[in-house]
T-cell receptor
Framework: AQTVTQSQPEMSVQEAETVTLSCTYD???????LFWYKQPPSRQMILVIRQEAYKQQNATENRFSVNFQKAAKSFSLKISDSQLGDTAMYFCAFIDPGGKIIFGKGTRLHILP | DVKVTQSSRYLVKRTGEKVFLECVQDMDHENMFWYRQDPGLGLRLIYF???????EKGDIPEGYSVSREKKERFSLILESASTNQTSMYLC??????????????FGSGTRLTVV
């Protein structure tokens, strides 16, 4: 069975610091997609970043970047120059070739002023 | 901007009532999904649909049914609401042009309380 594990239930960092959220997954598939979603207190799930497993280059979106280690089945999210608006629940997600998405349990991130 | 709209943000219903949660997307997506989100349990898939009039059970379908009569609309039905169905319900849609997956677009959620 495919699983996604986020080992950090909750984290706090000071504004402007860099923070890394961990995610590991388990699959026997070779072709799949990985995502990080953000859910702020407003509850809307927002796509932060997306990675295709067949691409070795790590995805980046402005202050957000990933460290994708396919052999280790690791997909961590780095937030640089963190801002108060980054406070949210972050979910790591895996989509298999059939399109089924599996979410981790989430990491609650607090950015402190 | 693409949108998934859930008709109610908050809903309070009585035990035994039939409850309809509506979800509409304006992106012409083939695939639509219903999740419930509970603290400590994350998101759990209730039902999904890959096409009009088509439905598939997810991981926790018991006590729920769905309807997809039109491509843009996917309704979740609680036949007889119970207190253990008090939860946050999230609708999502997706499509895979050329087999490339761009992820899911989510609605803003419906917080349902069953009393």
């Amino acid at each position: 069975a495919q699983t996604v594990t986020q080992s950090q239930p909750e984290m706090s960092v000071q504004e402007a610091e860099t923070v890394t959220l961990s995610c590991t997954y388990d699959t026997s598939e070779s072709n799949y997609y990985l995502f990080w979603y953000k859910q702020p207190p407003s509850r809307q799930m927002i796509l932060v970043i997306r990675q295709e497993a067949y691409k070795q280059q790590n995805a980046t979106e402005n202050r957000f970047s990933v460290n994708f280690q396919k052999a280790a089945k690791s997909f961590s999210l780095k937030i640089s120059d963190s801002q108060l608006g980054d406070t949210a629940m972050y979910f790591c997600a895996f989509i298999d070739p059939g399109g089924k998405i599996i979410f981790g349990k989430g990491t609650r991130l607090h950015i402190l002023p | 901007d693409v949108k998934v709209t859930q008709s109610s943000r908050y809903l309070v219903k009585r035990t035994g009532e039939k409850v309809f949660l509506e979800c509409v997307q304006d992106m012409d997506h083939e695939n639509m999904f219903w999740y419930r989100q509970d603290p400590g349990l994350g998101l759990r898939l209730i039902y999904f649909s890959y096409d009009v009039k088509m439905k598939e059970k997810g991981d926790i379908p018991e006590g729920y049914s769905v309807s997809r009569e039109k491509k843009e609309r996917f309704s979740l039905i609680l036949e007889s609401a119970s207190t253990n169905q008090t939860s946050m319900y999230l609708c999502a849609s997706s499509f895979w042009p050329g087999g490339i997956n761009y992820g899911y677009t989510f609605g803003s959620g419906t917080r349902l309380t069953v009393v």
